[in-house]
């Protein structure tokens, strides 16, 4: 088994099977990440008020919360990646994790490896997010809005302040790169073929236009382009903080 070593991305699992836990872990330490395992969710948003993860791993039914109410409040105190693994397969809980800022989606039981394919897929995103951006600490005026890639916040010339998920965030980036253009739901989410049925992209949109839009159900910044794709209407001015 490979160790991995401290750079390597860091990924939180809060399971409180034991057995499974430990197969997760044991997993992801075999392909090079460290992770660190949580029985329950406060547990969790205890130990990531101290150590920022790049990904948590998400169990629905936990002992003290549910797994989405987890979730919910990482992704207030840090935005990270995170993927959803669980025994229940409702649509509702689906739509649910990928509304609250989930990446993906895993039903048990699992095949470890499709797990691990599935973690750094995700990983590969957001690197690939960070990597063509122009400056990380610098933002980009549109539509009225600032946006800070750093903060992962919105800011409206008015002053209101919107703060987004990471996976919102790269979204906006993947529009914001390619403004007046119309990009498909694989161009945006960076993968060559996607699931027909996979809404995630569907439902980041609509995320970002109840943040973004005056009238979410009329968008003039993020436009539908029926059976292609969505497109970022407008100027965008790229700037180094
Ligand atoms: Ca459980």
Redesign the pocket.
């Known amino acids: 088994m490979n160790t991995p070593d401290k750079d390597s991305p860091l990924v939180f699992i809060v ?3 034991p057995d499974i836990a430990r197969l997760i872990a044991t997993s992801l330490a075999e392909y090079g990440f460290r992770s660190e395992t949580f029985g329950t969710g406060r547990a969790l948003l205890a130990r990531a008020r101290k150590v920022q993860p790049e990904l948590a791993i998400l ?1 629905l ?2 002992p003290d919360m549910d797994g989405l109410q987890v979730l919910r409040l990482l992704q207030e105190q840090h935005p990270c990646a995170a993927l959803i693994l669980t025994g229940r397969d409702g649509l509702t809980d689906r739509v649910l994790g990928l509304e609250l800022g989930a990446d993906d989606y895993l039903v048990k039981p699992f095949e470890p490896r499709e797990l691990v394919a599935r973690v750094r897929s995700i990983l590969r995103r957001y690197q690939k997010a960070a990597a063509s951006e122009p400056d990380a600490h610098g933002g980009a005026r549109f539509a009225g809005w600032h946006f800070d890639i750093g903060r992962l916040t919105l800011t409206s010339d008015d002053g209101r302040e919107v703060s987004l998920s990471a996976a919102e965030a790269a979204l906006l980036q993947s529009l914001l790169k390619r403004p007046n253009k119309i990009l498909t739901r694989e161009q945006l989410i960076g993968e060559r073929e996607l699931d027909p049925f996979d809404r995630s992209i569907d439902v980041r949109i609509s995320r970002l236009r109840r943040k973004l839009e005056d009238d979410p159900q009329d968008p003039k910044i993020i436009k539908t382009v029926y059976g292609a794709g969505y497109l970022l209407y407008g100027t965008v001015e790229w700037v180094t903080g």
């Open positions: 399971e409180d099977e169990d039914g936990l």
